[in-house]
């Protein structure tokens, strides 16, 4: 018995469906590349998060200020590492 070769109305409406939701998807993803693309705000290729870093010894902390303030009351010398 042979069957009809040709694809059904609803083998066409199947694939259509899966195109369109495809598409939507694609749309989407889109959509969401292009905003977070607008919402980091780079400028000359640098990141923000380390623009402001500077390379070298780092100055003391406060915690690390009063401690060498202590020390240097109490009569004993202070080492800066």
């Not at 109305?9 to 369109?20: G, Q, V």
């Not at 000359?44 to 070298?56: E, H, L, S």
């Amino acid at each position: 018995m042979a069957r009809n070769a040709r694809p059904t109305a609803a083998k066409r409406n199947r694939e259509k469906t899966l195109i369109e939701r495809r598409q939507q998807k694609e749309a989407r993803r889109r959509e969401a590349k292009d905003k977070k693309d607008e919402e980091t705000p780079r400028t000359d290729g640098i990141d923000p998060d380390i623009a402001d870093i500077v390379p070298g010894p780092q100055p003391l902390a406060d915690w690390q200020i009063e401690d060498e303030v202590e020390a240097t009351d109490e009569g004993e010398s202070a080492e800066v590492k």
